[in-house]
């Protein structure tokens, strides 16, 4: 009879086992996929961040500030955007300076239309009030959207395309 009463005792142990087993499996399954989304959406706020950011440097120029001001452009794109602005670098700087330009812009908002893990479209709603120092002229409101691609590159999103939007 002792015989009979072990065999079922190490069933039971076998079958509990089991259960824990897959309990811990299934408990480490959603701890990936919980931090899996919290990198997603980590990502997602990172991206719509970048954007904003290189939407008020291209929005907030001062002919005081002209250099400085570019430098937070090209800080904040890469590739084919990053290549217009070194580009136009000169003349922007110029037109600038000379006409004392003195732009502030206002980031209105950003929403998020498509991610992958290292791409990531954004659109952007900014305003800009501009006013020439020395000039007589009442300052200018301008509304600006865009439509922003970025690129995660060295761990930082970088804006790699803009395009205006009606």
Avoid: C, F
Avoid at 17 to 44: F, K, P
Avoid at 49 to 68: C, E, P
């Amino acid at each position: 009879m002792a015989g009979l009463s072990v065999r079922p005792a190490r069933i039971l142990i076998a079958a509990l086992s089991g259960v824990l087993a897959v309990l811990v499996g299934t408990g480490v399954w959603i701890a990936a996929q919980a931090r899996e989304e919290q990198g997603r959406a980590g990502d997602w706020r990172a991206a719509l961040v970048a954007a904003g950011a290189h939407a008020k440097n291209l929005m907030s120029l001062d002919y005081r500030t002209v250099d400085a001001d570019m430098r937070r452009i090209l800080d904040t794109s890469t590739g084919p955007a990053r290549a217009e602005y070194v580009a136009n670098g000169d003349k922007l700087k110029s037109t600038t300076v000379g006409n004392k330009v003195v732009q502030h812009g206002v980031l209105r908002a950003t929403g998020l239309v498509s991610m992958t893990d290292a791409v990531a479209r954004v659109l952007v709603v900014g305003d800009v009030e501009i006013r020439w120092d020395g000039s007589k002229s009442p300052p200018q409101e301008r509304y600006y959207r865009w439509q922003m691609d970025l690129a995660k590159a060295g761990g930082r999103w970088l804006v790699s395309k803009v395009v205006q939007v009606p």
